[in-house]
């Protein structure tokens, strides 16, 4: 029977495992379960081990573990990045990997949908009014996602998650994302655009991997010609934007945002950002659902049953191909 090792904290396998997918695990693996996570129990627990199950808190998988001819034959990660989990070369020696960020994909295209409906309709402001004592504030009436024109830096699992929630809005979604094909935009409804065009959009959500071609990517020149009223949606990585710039501008008054990723993490905040009616400001957790969390293990899951028995991969194994742009 294949040997699986679950190597995180009982406490991260009642958060990730739902209660079915615990007993197919059950069913179909010789299962070793952790009783901590400490690099020695790592090691020794993932060398006796055909599949191993990771999640948030599982430390690094050391090379050292594949040598030898031992070690497992697949991981699976009941998470989101494996960048710093494995090191990529274990992936040319035939390991195959699996992650759950295209579950989690899910949870953050809510989140980004969400909180361009909040922003639109300028709930925030009205929820303050009210609070004051205050009642119908007209200046700063809302407007419609419908038929809106959505731009989106990057053509990540997040983003086409965000995608398929729009289209029953019928908006005009364009996409900057330079190995995105004319066919595979095509393929999604919506059309490729240089950054200038896709930032030139009443709403535009960032979807980007934290690399270095990433890094500062809307300059403040970029912020600065956003257009007035226009709603920008950070759930990717805070170094992707101008912090400082998006901010000036939203105290202004000129522009909204939803953060919910900073540069850096935690962020020290001003008391004036605090309390801007035109932000909405979150602890990182567009990913981060009851129902995502517990669904996580059984995504990863069965693709690898499926691997093991038919030879398949899924939409959670990772393709050696696309590391360079993991999340």
């Known amino acids: 029977m294949t040997k699986l090792a679950v190597l995180m904290t009982p406490e991260r396998a009642e958060d990730v495992i739902a209660p079915h997918t615990r007993e197919l695990i059950e069913q ?7 009783p901590d996570t400490s690099p020695e129990t790592v090691v020794a627990l993932s060398r006796d081990a055909d599949v191993v199950l990771t999640s948030w ?24 990045s494996v960048k710093k989990l494995v090191d990529p070369v274990i992936l040319d020696q035939g390991v195959a990997v699996f992650t ?9 295209g809510e989140y980004c949908l969400a909180a361009m409906l909040t922003l639109a309709r300028r709930l925030p402001r009205f929820d303050g009014a009210i609070r004051e004592g205050g009642w119908k504030q007209t200046a700063y009436r809302g407007h419609e996602v419908a038929g809106a024109k959505v731009g989106i830096l990057g053509a990540s699992s997040t983003a086409r998650a965000l995608i398929t929630l729009l289209k029953p809005f019928g908006c005009d979604v364009v996409v900057y994302d330079p190995y995105l094909s004319d066919e595979r935009a095509a393929g999604l409804g919506v059309r490729r655009a240089e950054l200038e065009e896709t930032l030139q959009s009443r709403f535009v959500s960032l979807h980007v991997p934290d690399v270095p071609e990433t890094k500062g990517l809307v300059t403040r020149k970029l912020i600065e010609q956003l257009p007035d009223g226009a709603v920008v949606i950070n759930s990717s990585r805070g170094p992707a934007i101008d912090q400082q710039a998006l901010l000036e501008h939203a105290l202004d008054g000129r522009i909204y945002a939803a953060l919910d990723v900073y540069d850096p993490e935690p962020p020290t905040l001003e008391q004036k950002v605090l309390e801007a009616p035109n932000l909405l400001l979150t602890p990182h957790v567009a990913g981060d659902t009851e129902e995502g969390h517990l669904a996580l293990a059984g995504y990863v899951i069965g693709d690898v049953l499926d691997y093991l028995e038919h030879g398949t991969k899924g939409p959670s194994h990772v393709d050696p191909a696309s590391w360079s742009i993991q999340a």
Do not use: C, E, Q
């Open 57 to 80: 808190g599982t430390p690094h998988l050391d090379k050292a573990i594949w040598t030898d001819g031992t070690g497992p034959k697949a991981v699976a990660h009941a998470a989101g």
């Open 100 to 108: 759950a960020g295209g579950r989690i994909a899910w949870s953050v």
């Open 28 to 34: 179909r693996f010789a299962v070793t379960w952790a």
